[in-house]
């Protein structure tokens, strides 16, 4: 059905045409409403948000149909609230995370990778958690023998732990108002599936409906949950907003497969601050804390390079440390070579053209290549700054300070702009133990607190390079 069409849209949307049809589709971004699954939302324009939602027949008599009910709001101040119970998972990194531990009746989302250990973190959670109670753990994707190797892998024998291989989320809500358990565990979200929805297990409209299915139980019984949902490539969980939304926290467990550490984020937290990370280490005994993250980040570096400086980014609303890398050398013949790997190649460009106006660096004789190292992609302004003190760097053969991280964007002038959640940025910093922070001289009204990290504003590009030392 063409959505530009008047005449088919007003058919579609018709009252007769609903009462009809039994589900319709809701556009995740703006709630635009279509009896059809569409591929392009005709009121937004967004791509591949339509999500399927069962029609919820309601009787429409008047104001008071509720068997004569009648709600009434009374002073906020008359309530009183209630202290929230927390328990302790066993691991001091989850807690601080978490805000203080695991809050009683609290619907906890965990995302990421597929393999980058969700699974064996949880069990880990369900033997160390303390407090009454069973532990329920449901999995669709592993078998009881799977979850039993991996628990005699990890040393773990606790009879408070029982196990449940079933996708039907009816069944499994059975299994929990039996089992009357402290923790549920949901492994993953996007295994189970709902009888009442006709779309496929993993779909948007069956994540859905689970999450709100399983809330209802476990929030009326005052059951923790943590559910487990895999990212998809973009860095959602199925269902982008749709499940951030529903549950009280999200966190996020990150890292290269192939390396073996791992970020657990919190993205939202009712309970607590979303400015905490904890960092682990898969071992072949499980995840293990560690203590102090910013040496291992440091370690990873060369021990005094010139060409490496330390930016600090955002992707959504969370800060992530990456390291810059430039490397400069004489162009033999011809046309200077410029190279961007994770920065946009344009911008690059444009900042050398600034070095050469505005700091007198001579770089049209010089191939510059820059990277950002672990194959991560920098699309934002704030990096300007780290990209032209790390060039610069390589190019005079002076290093950066190995604990300073540099922020600002750059004007074509070569003043140094105001950044965007400078706060959270310089939080991540202090976080990770750097020492020295450059930040625009215009972002440090931003910041009120006291922090352990020495700030210094900067106006423009040559006052940057005097600070570190490349002037
Ligand atoms: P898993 O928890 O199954 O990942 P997810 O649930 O996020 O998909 O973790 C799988 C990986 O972890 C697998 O590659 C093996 C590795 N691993 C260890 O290195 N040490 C261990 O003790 C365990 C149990 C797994
Ligand atoms: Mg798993």
Redesign the pocket.
Known sequence: MCPQCEFFYAKETSPMYMAKSKTVFVCNECGYESSKWLGKCPACNSWNSFYEQKVVETKSKGISQSDGKIATPQALNSYEAKETIRTHTGFNELDRVLGGGLVKGSLVLLG?E???????LILQICDKIKGDGKVLYVSGEESAEQIKL?AD??GISNEDILFLGETNIELVNQAIINVNPKLVIIDSIQTMYSEEITAAAGSVSQVREITSQVMRVCKSKGITTIIIGHVTKEGNIAGPRVLEHMVDTVLYLEGERYFSYRILRGVKNRFGSTNEIGMFE?????MCEIDNPSDILISEREDNPSGSCIIATMEGTRPLLVELQALTSQTIFGYPRRTANGIDYNRLTLLIAVLEKKAGLMLNSQDVYLNVVSGLKVNEPAADLGIMMVTASSFKNIPIPKDMIILGEVGLTGEVRRINMIEKRVKEAEKLGFKTCLIPESNKKDLKDNYKLDIIGIKDVNEAMKKIGLK
Do not use: N
């Open positions: 990421g597929p393999g980058i250990g969700k699974s064996t991996r892998r990890l898969m071992k072949d005994k499980g």
